[in-house]
């Protein structure tokens, strides 16, 4: 029954609904007549203000007879409506194609017409405001392009006069321009466009040439372009869109109001209007376009990156200036470092970095890609051909016939500058090693990412170590030259014929004097680790040397060899003392060991010389186990043997063998130079002498004499050194 009652009244509310939206339809559709033809009287009168509001109007009346396309009235309707769009994008396009030709002098309202007719434009499609912007920067830039490809100003020289063209025009067109909107970029928009164009032409003009451009000229051109892409990055580039300052709430009042709808989409155009004209009044920094589009636009190399390709001329130019400045560095080098000075640097190294790095920040200044990278090869070659400078610096050996005819083919003679200036050349190549890497990691930071793997110095850097490993080297042989001398002299003494044991001889004294001289002033000028290899290399040599030179003296007496003993000792307490003479004893523990080895071979030698001749063979193979026949040989013929008595102790050499076995390495004790070797027992063997009882005794068991007078003495000489305060035995037993 309820469902009965209630049937006509639903039938009532749906009629109502019905009639409602039919009137409310025809309503519109009335509305809509009425705007088009309105519009079309606008557009044929050119009135844009009041058209671009009533395109707005039409725009959204159109929107909701989206489903009545079908409908001959309504597609009539939106057919003429396109129509009038058409003519008067057709008539804004008609009018400002006279903007710039002087007629907005002469016709005073041409620019409040012109800017009522970006109205039009903004309510019109995208696609026109698009096209129009596009045309009119064109047009703009059509004298340009006729100026600057002529004969006369398409040169590279003239490259600067394009961006005074640019910016005076922009400059001169400032306030006609104003007629645009901030949120059309047209500013923006013909600099992208003036930009694209001088790249194009500044191409040909590079290409075109016959031959490579000058220099200068191109690193002007190169600079003023730079400068110029900052300009434009700084005015545009840092900018955001502006915010406009209107108020887009739309009363939406979907009531009885309908026949306000136009009127408000007016109004609020007209809001839009009053608000575009008093933000472009308040503008502060006329230099500083805040409405550049969000995505933004790199200028930075827009236009600069086309001459990369030719800046081979510059590199070439920096590595001639730079391989210059080299040899004027290397010519104007003194080879000494002023007093107080804190590193022992040659300046020649610094000034080079100086140059280099000014070098670096002139082409970072111009390009961060290729050429850098090429720069950066340059930097490797000038650096290596000053580690070649350095390495040709450092003293050279003897060579040729004369040098082969007097003995010293291949021996480095040093004098006390020369071991200053190898100092200073190690020092100099560690200075370079370390500020070359440093310069690879600033060049690193700032090169295109493309090229960082690239950037690597460490070829420079092994070419500076290998100065540094052979000036140290060649130290080292300078000293072995200035020993060698004594070497010689120590030769010379004619050992034999000693009368008796005296101070220590003047060879040892010069070789005392020698190092006292050196010594202080490397220790003084090389760092810890470069004397360390120092100290290592020259242990490593004079040692040995001192040894092999024992071989080279003649007949040497029990009285000789006594006093070559005492000098031993003296001369391994020279070189113990080395670290402590440089004031460098942290890392001498290696160095301390090796001399005492070395030195301990020479004193057991002429303890060899010193033994009996009956038990010479036994004594040889128990303190030299290492010993050859031939040293053996020579230890015989140093004694004063003649071949027939040489000949049956050789006999008896060979028939034990060369040396003594020895237990193994980790439980043999080293020969300590002070005191007799340790007992050792060799069931092969016919025995092992261990001390000066032991020989005397061997000797004895023999049957071939009583052990010599001369070693008898020797012995009691040694013991009875033990107990005395000063003498020239003393010293053997203060090690």
Same mark, same amino acid.
């Given at each position: 029954?309820?469902?009965?009652?209630?049937?006509?009244?639903?039938?009532?509310?749906?009629?109502?609904?019905?009639?409602?939206?039919?009137?409310?339809?025809?309503?519109?559709?009335?509305?809509?007549?009425?705007?088009?033809?309105?519009?079309?009287?606008?557009?044929?009168?050119?009135?844009?203000?009041?058209?671009?509001?009533?395109?707005?109007?039409?725009?959204?009346?159109?929107?909701?007879?989206?489903?009545?396309?079908?409908?001959?009235?309504?597609?009539?309707?939106?057919?003429?409506?396109?129509?009038?769009?058409?003519?008067?994008?057709?008539?804004?396009?008609?009018?400002?194609?006279?903007?710039?030709?002087?007629?907005?002098?002469?016709?005073?309202?041409?620019?409040?017409?012109?800017?009522?007719?970006?109205?039009?434009?903004?309510?019109?499609?995208?696609?026109?405001?698009?096209?129009?912007?596009?045309?009119?920067?064109?047009?703009?830039?059509?004298?340009?392009?006729?100026?600057?490809?002529?004969?006369?100003?398409?040169?590279?020289?003239?490259?600067?006069?394009?961006?005074?063209?640019?910016?005076?025009?922009?400059?001169?067109?400032?306030?006609?321009?104003?007629?645009?909107?901030?949120?059309?970029?047209?500013?923006?928009?013909?600099?992208?466009?003036?930009?694209?164009?001088?790249?194009?032409?500044?191409?040909?003009?590079?290409?075109?040439?016959?031959?490579?451009?000058?220099?200068?000229?191109?690193?002007?051109? %190169?600079?003023?372009?730079?400068?110029? !892409?900052?300009? +434009? @990055?700084?005015?545009? &580039?840092?900018? $955001?869109?502006? *915010?406009? =300052?209107?108020?887009?709430?739309?009363?939406?009042?979907?009531?009885?109001?309908?026949?306000?709808?136009? %009127?408000?989409?007016?109004?609020?155009? !007209?809001?839009? +209007? @009053?608000?575009?004209? &008093?933000?472009? $009044?308040?503008? *502060?920094? =006329?230099?500083?376009?805040?409405?550049?589009?969000?995505?933004?636009?790199?200028?930075?190399?827009?236009?600069?990156?086309?001459?990369?390709?030719?800046?081979?001329?510059?590199?070439?130019?920096?590595?001639?200036?730079?391989?210059?400045?080299?040899?004027?560095?290397?010519?104007?080098?003194?080879?000494?470092?002023?007093?107080?000075?804190?590193?022992?640097?040659?300046?020649?190294?610094?000034?080079?970095?100086?140059?280099?790095?000014?070098?670096?920040?002139?082409?970072?200044?111009?390009?961060?890609?290729?050429?850098?990278?090429?720069?950066?090869?340059?930097?490797?070659?000038?650096?290596?051909?000053?580690?070649?400078?350095?390495?040709?610096?450092?003293?050279?050996?003897?060579?040729?016939?004369?040098?082969?005819?007097?003995?010293?083919?291949?021996?480095?003679?040093?004098?006390?500058?020369?071991?200053?200036?190898?100092?200073?050349?190690?020092?100099?190549?560690?200075?370079?090693?370390?500020?070359?890497?440093?310069?690879?990691?600033?060049?690193?930071?700032?090169?295109?990412?493309?090229?960082?793997?690239?950037?690597?110095?460490?070829?420079?850097?092994?070419?500076?170590?290998?100065?540094?490993?052979?000036?140290?080297?060649?130290?080292?042989?300078?000293?072995?030259?200035?020993?060698?001398?004594?070497?010689?002299?120590?030769?010379?003494?004619?050992?034999?014929?000693?009368?008796?044991?005296?101070?220590?001889?003047?060879?040892?004294?010069?070789?005392?004097?020698?190092?006292?001289?050196?010594?202080?002033?490397?220790?003084?000028?090389?760092?810890?680790?470069?004397?360390?290899?120092?100290?290592?290399?020259?242990?490593?040599?004079?040692?040995?040397?001192?040894?092999?030179?024992?071989?080279?003296?003649?007949?040497?007496?029990?009285?000789?060899?006594?006093?070559?003993?005492?000098?031993?000792?003296?001369?391994?307490?020279?070189?113990?003392?080395?670290?402590?003479?440089?004031?460098?004893?942290?890392?001498?523990?290696?160095?301390?060991?090796?001399?005492?080895?070395?030195?301990?071979?020479?004193?057991?030698?002429?303890?060899?010389?010193?033994?009996?001749?009956?038990?010479?063979?036994?004594?040889?193979?128990?303190?030299?186990?290492?010993?050859?026949?031939?040293?053996?040989?020579?230890?015989?013929?140093?004694?004063?043997?003649?071949?027939?008595?040489?000949?049956?102790?050789?006999?008896?050499?060979?028939?034990?063998?060369?040396?003594?076995?020895?237990?193994?390495?980790?439980?043999?004790?080293?020969?300590?130079?002070?005191?007799?070797?340790?007992?050792?027992?060799?069931?092969?063997?016919?025995?092992?002498?261990?001390?000066?009882?032991?020989?005397?005794?061997?000797?004895?068991?023999?049957?071939?004499?009583?052990?010599?007078?001369?070693?008898?003495?020797?012995?009691?000489?040694?013991?009875?050194?033990?107990?005395?305060?000063?003498?020239?035995?003393?010293?053997?037993?203060?090690?």
């Amino acid at each position: 029954m309820v469902q009965e009652i209630c049937r006509d009244i639903k039938k009532l509310d749906f009629a109502k609904k019905h009639i409602t939206t039919t009137i409310t339809a025809l309503h519109r559709l009335t509305m809509l007549v009425s705007a088009i033809d309105q519009l079309q009287v606008m557009a044929s009168k050119r009135h844009y203000k009041e058209a671009a509001a009533q395109l707005e109007a039409v725009n959204q009346l159109c929107s909701h007879f989206e489903a009545y396309r079908d409908i001959p009235k309504i597609t009539e309707l939106r057919e003429k409506f396109k129509n009038i769009k058409q003519i008067l994008k057709s008539h804004v396009f008609s009018d400002f194609s006279s903007l710039g030709t002087g007629k907005e002098s002469e016709e005073t309202n041409l620019l409040q017409q012109l800017s009522d007719a970006c109205l039009v434009v903004d309510a019109l499609e995208p696609s026109v405001r698009e096209e129009l912007v596009n045309t009119f920067c064109s047009r703009e830039l059509t004298s340009y392009e006729q100026i600057f490809e002529g004969a006369e100003l398409a040169k590279l020289d003239k490259t600067e006069r394009r961006y005074a063209w640019i910016k005076r025009r922009i400059r001169t067109n400032e306030e006609i321009w104003k007629i645009f909107p901030s949120s059309w970029h047209v500013p923006y928009r013909l600099c992208i466009l003036f930009c694209k164009k001088t790249r194009k032409q500044i191409e040909d003009i590079l290409s075109s040439m016959q031959e490579k451009p000058e220099v200068g000229t191109l690193l002007l051109a %190169l600079q003023r372009t730079l400068e110029f !892409e900052d300009e +434009l @990055a700084e005015k545009f &580039g840092g900018g $955001t869109r502006s *915010k406009e =300052i209107v108020n887009d709430k739309e009363d939406s009042d979907t009531g009885d109001n309908n026949s306000q709808i136009v %009127l408000d989409i007016r109004k609020k155009y !007209e809001r839009k +209007l @009053a608000a575009h004209q &008093g933000a472009e $009044t308040e503008e *502060k920094d =006329i230099h500083k376009d805040l409405s550049v589009p969000g995505a933004g636009f790199n200028f930075r190399g827009i236009i600069s990156s086309c001459f990369e390709p030719h800046l081979t001329v510059y590199i070439e130019l920096e590595e001639k200036t730079l391989m210059e400045h080299l040899e004027k560095l290397i010519q104007e080098e003194t080879w000494d470092i002023e007093e107080g000075s804190q590193n022992n640097v040659l300046s020649s190294s610094m000034q080079l970095f100086l140059i280099i790095k000014r070098s670096l920040k002139r082409c970072s200044a111009l390009t961060k890609n290729q050429t850098l990278f090429n720069l950066f090869k340059v930097f490797q070659r000038v650096l290596k051909a000053y580690a070649t400078k350095l390495y040709a610096k450092l003293p050279k050996g003897g060579s040729g016939i004369v040098a082969a005819a007097t003995g010293i083919d291949g021996q480095i003679k040093t004098s006390d500058r020369d071991e200053r200036i190898i100092c200073y050349i190690v020092n100099s190549a560690e200075y370079c090693h370390k500020t070359s890497g440093e310069l690879a990691e600033s060049i690193s930071k700032i090169i295109d990412p493309q090229f960082t793997d690239g950037v690597d110095m460490t070829e420079v850097q092994d070419e500076f170590s290998a100065v540094i490993t052979k000036a140290l080297v060649t130290l080292v042989h300078g000293l072995e030259t200035k020993f060698d001398i004594e070497m010689a002299a120590m030769t010379r003494i004619p050992w034999n014929t000693l009368e008796s044991v005296g101070d220590q001889s003047g060879y040892v004294n010069n070789i005392n004097l020698m190092l006292n001289n050196s010594i202080p002033v490397l220790g003084s000028l090389l760092s810890s680790i470069y004397f360390q290899f120092f100290l290592d290399k020259l242990a490593s040599s004079l040692g040995p040397r001192f040894f092999s030179n024992i071989f080279k003296c003649r007949q040497i007496s029990e009285t000789g060899a006594q006093q070559m003993l005492l000098d031993t000792q003296a001369i391994k307490t020279i070189l113990l003392d080395i670290p402590s003479l440089a004031r460098q004893t942290s890392s001498a523990a290696n160095y301390t060991k090796f001399v005492s080895r070395e030195m301990s071979k020479a004193e057991a030698l002429l303890k060899v010389i010193l033994s009996p001749v009956d038990s010479v063979a036994d004594t040889y193979r128990a303190l030299l186990p290492e010993g050859t026949p031939m040293e053996f040989q020579r230890v015989l013929e140093l004694k004063g043997l003649k071949k027939a008595d040489q000949q049956s102790i050789l006999d008896d050499f060979n028939k034990h063998g060369p040396g003594i076995t020895q237990p193994p390495a980790s439980v043999a004790p080293a020969v300590a130079p002070a005191a007799p070797p340790p007992a050792l027992l060799n069931a092969a063997s016919a025995g092992f002498i261990a001390s000066g009882e032991d020989v005397l005794t061997r000797a004895a068991a023999l049957g071939r004499g009583a052990a010599s007078t001369g070693f008898k003495r020797f012995l009691a000489l040694t013991e009875a050194a033990k107990d005395r305060k000063d003498g020239p035995f003393r010293k053997l037993f203060n090690a």
